[in-house]
């Protein structure tokens, strides 16, 4: 759908071709991949760095930030229109995926709470790819229930002195800077006695394991802190004020990882399967259960495009977007799942075979293979239903029993 | 002022009332005077000349006129239809709400499409969609559907001069009701199910379950009315439904707040809408437009069910504490919150394609009438379900919106019919 475009827009946009046409790498000299492949090799980072350093030169890398820190000073709509464009370019599939969580969460984070030196040692990097960066969040003992994390931050004088352990941590092996939850106190209730540093990922103290995930990729990570030392310079927002920074994140969270489309798999790869595809009565295309389950599924994936359009209707028009927005995720992780399992139905039993040796290269195979970690990773299906609930619809919140107990009370099971 | 202004000031409608309040109606000029440009549309995402309008970026949003017009629409409906209305026509031998009708009528909303040539506002679609909305949000037992959705949508597109001359300013100021029989036997509408004929100015044949077949006072007929093969042979016919010949007969309904009738022709008299072979593409093309407003209908219904649903698990308590702070409730109105954003969102794409008739209105369409089908339909029952036993019994609204779900979902063919035809836009979108 090639929608109209204001005269301004249309100027954007050619400009935004142009300078495409002119600087992204051409097929095969990129090494863009498949963003559900969650490469991390080398040569993947190297194309990514090289494109992000491209972009920010050109001012296009983050197109909505002020100028003054490196941004386009430009409109939602703008950063529709180049992401559109990009969206476009086969050679630069996922070479956006190592900055996403850097750019889109931690920076935005750092923004809002640290001093201007601060600022000015890390945003310039982060935004021409010269430094990634990575969300420490999750833990074994945490993961929807953030706020009961462990790992600690012990003050030494000016400095910190941090013990404990992070899971899920996507891209912690290839980035250089994190952010930090800590708890600096347990004897509060646990929201309370929550802390965010920035840590230096390449520190001896942070010790990386990536974790081999059940689609065989490896996006995310443990990460373990030994006696880390953090200046208290490198602290962001207050010492207690931890939950509160991290719902700033948070926030920006599910805007970025809702913002995804299942890898690119969706309604029309099934038709192409489909138009090619020998059923026991003819072409796929042409089953009536096969057209009904298409019909489902677009109107799954064109009812979340033209919510986010409205949705951007919002910001361009000065507004907040409404909680329409916080139904993305839910959806496409959904449909990835079911989609991909279903197009693998169609391929019979060659549906069992992967990568090059399966119909259409793979493609849902892999989508099938990683779509239970995008119902997980950025706040699971039924915590994203309790977010609708509580936030958007005013239900009540299920009890809580941990609510006022001192968080070194609370019991802690498994 | 422009013509236009004047005959909407002295005009006897509601809208010209509130003109003095500083309502809904002193932004009608404004409308008037944008009217060749799109600044009233929701429409192609971002498209205002922002200098023109004072707007810039994306609008992909109903503007604040006709979001005026939606709070003076609900305003009105809430005040004018509540259950209790529903209920007696759903209970009783009435065709409709004969009094809301006339009141709908007077507020102006009969002819908020149908040109000013021929006695209506001549606003456009955007606004009979957002009136559509708040129709279904209180299941308005009136014929509104068939007499402006399709009944009138087919004259405009098919008929003669005379024949909207003659009847389109009735159906705008609500003086006449009108129709479209279809189906005649169980199944999907296909050009083989049409055996009615129409020959020699002659109807004869049988039409069920047709929607608002006892209030209306014409009809438009799908009939055969040549040996030529497929829908060559199809043609829609106009007929008066109190002339001889015509016997109309109450059929029972899962929603009885739409009263369905079953019409025999027996060498009525009528004539024909558009050519001789025209009526199959005409009925499509009016169907398409239809999907578009009753999901706009479905969506408000849809809206209700989720309130009502919201509403009664926040006071119900069970072991303890309300049943809305129990995630197996949580769960299920979130999820029918999802399925109404998306019906939403697709319905709006869909009031898109209708006010500016797009080339992809019938992919607008389809998914519009499926996504707010399956939203209605899923609301409905779960909003039964969250209510328990109680939302079982008459006494309680939500049977109301569970029947009129079901009936919107079979009125204008059910989702099957919808999806291939969803999947034949999408391949022939694909090849172009």
Redesign the interface.
Known sequence: MDFEDTPEEAAFRKQVREWLAANAPRRGEGVGGDELAERTDKAFLAAAKAWQARKAEAGYARITWPKEVGGFGGTPIQQVIFSQEEGKIKSLDGLGGPFAIGLGMCIPTVMTYCAKEVLARYVKPALHGQEIWCQLFSEPAGGSDVAGLRTRAERKGDEWLINGQKIWTTGAQISDFGILLTRTDPNVPKHKGLTMFIVDMHDPAVDVRPIKQASGASGFNEVFFTDLKVKDSMRVGDVGDGWRVALTTLMHERLAVGGGQGGGLDVPQLLQLARDLELEDGPALRNAAVREKIADWYVRSAGLKYTTYRTMTALSRGQQPGPEASIAKIVVAAKLQDLTAYATELEGELGSLKGEDAPLGGMFQLGWLSAPGLRIAGGTDEILRNIIAERVLGLPQDVRVDKDVPFNKLPSGR | MTNGDVAFASSRRAWARQRATGGVVAILPQWRTCRNCPIALPA???????KQHG???????FSDDQKLLREQARRFLTERCPPKAVRAVLEGDASHDRALWSAIAEMGWLGTSVPEEYGGLGLGYLELCVIAEELGRVLAPVPFASSVYLFAEGLLRAGSSAQKAKLLPKIADGSLIGCFARSEGAGPLTVKSVRTTFKGGRLNGIKRAVSDGLAADHALVLARASEDSGERALCLALVDLTAQGVRRQAEQSIDPSRKHAQITFDNAPAEAVGQIGEGWGITQAVLDRAAILTAFEQVGGADTC?AMA?AY??ERYAFG??I????A???K???M??NN???R??A??GAWALATDAP?LTLAA??AR??AT?AFDYAAKENIQTHGGVGFTWEFDCHLYYKRARELALNLGAQ?S???R??TA??QS?AA
């Not at chain 2, 192609?44 to 922002?50: K, Q």
């Not at chain 2, 809305?324 to 995630?327: D, E, G, K, L, N």
């Open positions: 192609r995402l971002s498209i205002v000349a922002g707007m810039e970026g994306m609008n992909f949003d989720l919201k698990a926040m504490r309300p809305a702070s129990y995630q409730i949580k769960h109105l979130a999820d919150y999802v954003e998306l019906a969102s697709n709006y794409y992809e389809a998914a499926v996504s399956q099957r919808w999806k291939d969803l999947v999408l391949e694909n």
